[in-house]
């Protein structure tokens, strides 16, 4: 089961990876793609009440969204 689980989190940051590499390309040509995503997913902290661990679908849409905005910066100082 473990292997299942470790191949399955291997998948999904690897299509993570690759789905903010495309979405930072658009956004150097149109910066408001990036406006337009984070308004969509980077809105709220909606932590559980009784999970302390718990993660919502926008949380992970934040984090993801920063993480496209911190290679957009890298870039742009390099």
Do not use: K, W
């Not at 308004?39 to 993660?55: K, S, T």
């Amino acid at each position: 089961m473990d292997n299942e689980c470790t191949e399955l989190d291997r998948r999904v940051l690897a299509h993570a990876r690759i789905l903010q590499t495309l979405i930072r390309y658009l956004a150097e040509d149109r910066p408001e793609i990036l406006i337009r995503l984070t308004f969509a997913f980077g809105i709220g902290h909606n932590i559980g009440a009784d999970e302390q661990d718990y993660l919502s679908t926008e949380q992970c849409g934040e984090s993801f969204i920063r993480a496209i905005e911190e290679q957009i910066l890298e870039l742009r100082i390099h």
